[in-house]
């Protein structure tokens, strides 16, 4: 016999699953598309580490560029596309193991008649906006996850509870911070700590948008010197 009120309704299910899937689903989610984010990010080498590889045949798609274009929905950022140049000086591939490198070449200047100096040595290599690759693949599963994580912080901000230590606008503004910080400062205030009862009153739209404002120029920054630091190859662009 079931007494009544003895299970759990639907709605204290539906709550507890929301619970799950906020404070561990989506930080599980960021981590696995920054450590694919970070794995398959352009990564600028010289030109010897290009003949290096035109040597063992490690090129699986290549392209000529004179830079790159971003792509991101929010902050959700994928890889960046080479700015196609038949004629650029940026040469971009990508090699078997994932990963996506580019030097700095002599641009082809003139008739393109002869074709790319480098196309003899090229063998079975693709060009770029082929697919071909681990790569490509790799990068398609980042955007998807990219924009599940995206798309899921929003749905559940505009839907979801009503945020404690501040204002829906207020995370929305937190929330745009490069890499996804901001979504992993709410998951932690508002899902981790939401029991806390906050000393303030409630952060507002305004104060989110001047914190994103500033912490976007401290990261940047902290980027900037990091790379500085450790090197493109650990911290790329």
Do not use: K
């Not at 082929?130 to 990219?146: A, F, I, K």
């Amino acid at each position: 016999m079931v007494v009544d009120g003895a299970s759990p309704s639907l709605a204290s299910r539906g709550r507890a699953v929301l619970d799950v899937a906020v404070r561990w689903g989506l930080p599980a989610l960021w981590l696995l598309w920054a450590a694919l984010g970070w794995w398959t990010a352009p990564r600028q080498v010289d030109a010897a580490e290009l003949e290096r590889d035109l040597a063992a045949g490690r090129v699986v798609t290549w392209q000529r560029a004179e830079g790159w274009n971003d792509r991101e929905f929010l902050w959700a950022r994928q890889q960046p596309e080479p700015r196609a140049n038949p004629q650029g000086e940026v040469f971009t591939w990508t090699v078997p193991n994932g990963q996506t490198r580019y030097a700095t070449v002599d641009p082809i200047v003139g008739s393109l008649s002869d074709g790319d100096p480098y196309a003899p040595r090229l063998g079975t290599a693709d060009r770029w906006w082929s697919g071909q690759g681990l790569t490509h693949r790799l990068v398609d599963v980042l955007g998807w996850l990219g924009g599940a994580l995206a798309l899921g912080w929003l749905v559940v901000l505009v839907a979801g509870p009503a945020p404690a230590s501040g204002t829906r606008w207020f995370w929305w503004w937190m929330g745009l911070l490069p890499f996804g910080l901001g979504v992993l400062a709410w998951v932690d205030r508002e899902w981790w700590r939401r029991g806390q009862r906050p000393a303030h009153e409630r952060y507002t739209g305004w104060f989110g948008f001047g914190c994103l404002v500033g912490l976007g120029i401290v990261v940047s920054l902290l980027l900037y010197l990091l790379r500085a630091v450790l090197g493109g190859w650990i911290v790329p662009v």
